[in-house]
């Protein structure tokens, strides 16, 4: 295939796949909701994924959301979705996701392996609320992520506007204030970026008594391993 003919096909393609479903509203005001707790009416807080894909070049982002679907999980669809893409390798692309909820560990694992093979690719994580975060499987995940090339941050008043503004459907009627709402998501975020703050310094923590610890230790002599021979 010609080079000519692959960017008009490419181009093509990009195209369709920016013709995407908007969010709803009350979607966006339900599931992006960051308060601590759910006020009544309770409902369920679900999984979503937003995600841009902007082209180097200057081309037009391709922009979707995924949610969980059959026991695959948004970020697993999100993979796959961009791997059918069949992105040009030499081209260079910008990924910015925005999560309902922060990647479970097997999720990090995932994302991580994923963008070493597509080096191509630079991928951001934004969540606006954090998942089991007080559970140490979890934490692993989320500092397995921020250790990688895939940082994953608190969405605060920049990435819920450009949420709003890029994936939700704006020509329906609205029952709350936008930029009320906004301002609300941004005062609840402070809390959950100290949270992931919390998490990333404890990890700092324990790497530096680790470090002490085996410092004070020292090599074991023969003396002192028969002192503490059973």
């Known amino acids: 295939m010609t080079g000519a003919i692959w960017n008009f096909v490419h181009s093509a393609l990009m ?25 009544k009416p309770y409902y369920r807080r679900k999984a979503l994924l937003c995600y841009q894909l902007t082209p180097q070049n200057g081309s037009t982002p391709t ?24 992105l040009d390798k030499t081209q260079c692309y910008q990924v910015t996701c925005y999560l309902t909820w922060s990647p479970c560990p097997s999720c990090a694992r995932e994302l991580v392996d994923f963008i070493k093979a597509h080096d191509h690719l630079n991928l951001r994580i934004f969540a606006s609320r954090l998942y089991y975060h007080w559970l140490p499987h979890y934490q692993e995940g989320l500092l397995l992520l921020c250790g990688s090339q895939v940082p994953v941050k608190v969405m605060g008043l920049p990435e819920f506007t450009d949420c709003w503004e890029n994936f939700v459907d704006h020509n329906e009627p609205l029952s709350f204030n936008p930029s009320e709402k906004l301002e609300e998501l941004d005062k609840n975020s402070r809390a959950i970026k100290r949270q992931l703050e919390r998490i990333k310094q404890s990890r700092s923590v324990d790497v530096l008594e680790n470090g002490l610890r085996s410092l004070q230790l020292g090599p074991v002599t023969p003396s002192s391993s028969r002192r503490n021979s059973r």
């Open 15 to 39: 195209n369709f796949l920016n013709t995407m479903a908007l969010l709803t509203a009350e979607t966006f005001s339900l599931q992006f909701n960051n308060k601590r707790r759910v006020s």
């Open 63 to 86: 922009r979707g959301y995924l949610k969980n679907k059959k026991k695959h999980h948004a970020e697993i669809r999100f993979i796959n979705k961009i791997e059918s893409m069949g």
